[in-house]
């Protein structure tokens, strides 16, 4: 008799560091200097979004490769 081998799907998740959520600054200002401030708050949050972005892109690209197991 003969063995077909039968492929095994694997599931592979992003690591959980890159499924974090990006926590939201909280507006608790009254004057244009502190809106100016919340602006370089909320610009921080999405800089550290488009990080982790940049990383998962990473990560699938060596894990498309079977370098990044």
């Known amino acids: 008799m003969e063995r077909v081998p039968v492929p095994v799907t694997e599931r592979v ?3 959980a560091s890159l499924t ?4 939201v600054p909280e507006w608790n ?5 502190d ?3 919340f602006a370089k708050q909320l610009e921080g949050a ?5 990080a982790d ?3 998962l892109r990473a990560w699938a690209a060596d894990t498309a490769t079977g370098q990044g197991r």
């Open 29 to 33: 200002g009254v004057t244009n200097g």
């Open 53 to 55: 972005k940049a990383e």
């Open 46 to 50: 999405v800089n550290r979004c488009n």
């Open 20 to 23: 974090r959520e990006t926590t």
């Open 35 to 37: 809106l100016s401030g």
């Open 13 to 15: 998740l992003p690591p």
